[in-house]
């Protein structure tokens, strides 16, 4: 067991530098409004799906990347958090690899520290986490792992008064996979400016965070490869995407357990992969709202497809 665990750190120290899941949280631009809260979980484990909710609305949700160890990390800033007591639920479920053997390889353990803070100027800071939980255990075979716990914040936080979802969620959750499909294209693709548009910003440099260092156009696309392997893959339809449904939020992820998104840029002989688990959607006073690991809700700047979506 120890050398497993020591071959699993080794490898999550290999994957870390070639792989991201827009860990870093803050403002995107000048179009960002500042938040007064965020949340932070960090897992360590090996081939696993995890899910967060938070206040009964579903928070975010991460893919296993089975085949290294590697460490998941969610960022929630802003809403569902609120003043008070905040309550969160983390589902941790197996996704072996199909060679991975138990016991040959062992039950990995699952790792799972969470922290929060609380921000004046709406920058989250890497150094201000203040830890308020942590649990630790074995894998079982089968069973799925479920952590419940909770949090207090001390700063008043503004409801930004998102529609409730009603009755109408077959027909927004079908919008709303369609929507994911559409962003996820653009990531994939690397378009700034086509991205920049489809959360409403006026700048495509604001977007430079979530796709990528500013000015590195010589991604990997495609047979452009030697290896002519194509590095940049996304959902190509509605039904590869699964829609969680809470009281305001619906949160999309892939549905076979992969990433909506994942694109690689190179610079030089330095390769980075960058992926993107899900995306949360919501409605305020009928118009579409989006967000992504980390960041705050931008107005959806997508045209709707047609269908009956309620008032506008």
Known sequence: MKKFI??????????????GCFREAGKAGDDSTPQTAA???????????????????????????ASIAQDRSFIINGFPIRHGKNSYSITVSADYPPDYKIPRF????????????????????????????EFRDKFPETNDIVWDSSFEIKATISD????????????????????????????????????AGALSLTNKENVQNFIGPKGLTNFVYGSEDLTNLDYSVCVSNAADVEIEIGSRIMLAHSRDGGHLAEWTYE??????????????????????????PGSQFFDLGLKENPGDLGPK
């Open 6 to 19: 020591v071959f699993g750190l080794l490898l999550f120290i290999a994957g870390f530098g070639l792989s």
């Open 160 to 195: 930004p008064g998102l529609d409730l979802l009603g009755a109408s969620t077959n027909v927004l959750s079908e919008q709303a996979r369609l929507f994911s499909v559409e962003l996820a294209k653009l990531l994939k693709n690397q378009d700034a400016e086509g991205f």
């Open 267 to 292: 610079n030089g002989r330095s390769r980075r992969t960058v992926f993107l688990d899900c995306l949360g959607f919501a409605r305020l006073q009928g118009k579409w709202k989006v967000s992504l």
């Open 39 to 65: 949340f932070d979980l960090e897992i360590f484990s090996l081939a696993h799906d995890t899910t967060l909710w938070i206040n009964d609305e579903p928070a975010a949700w991460a893919s296993p990347s």
């Open 106 to 133: 062992g039950n990995p353990d699952i790792y799972m520290l969470s922290s929060v803070q609380e921000s004046d100027d709406g920058v989250i800071r890497p150094a201000r986490w203040l830890r308020v939980d």
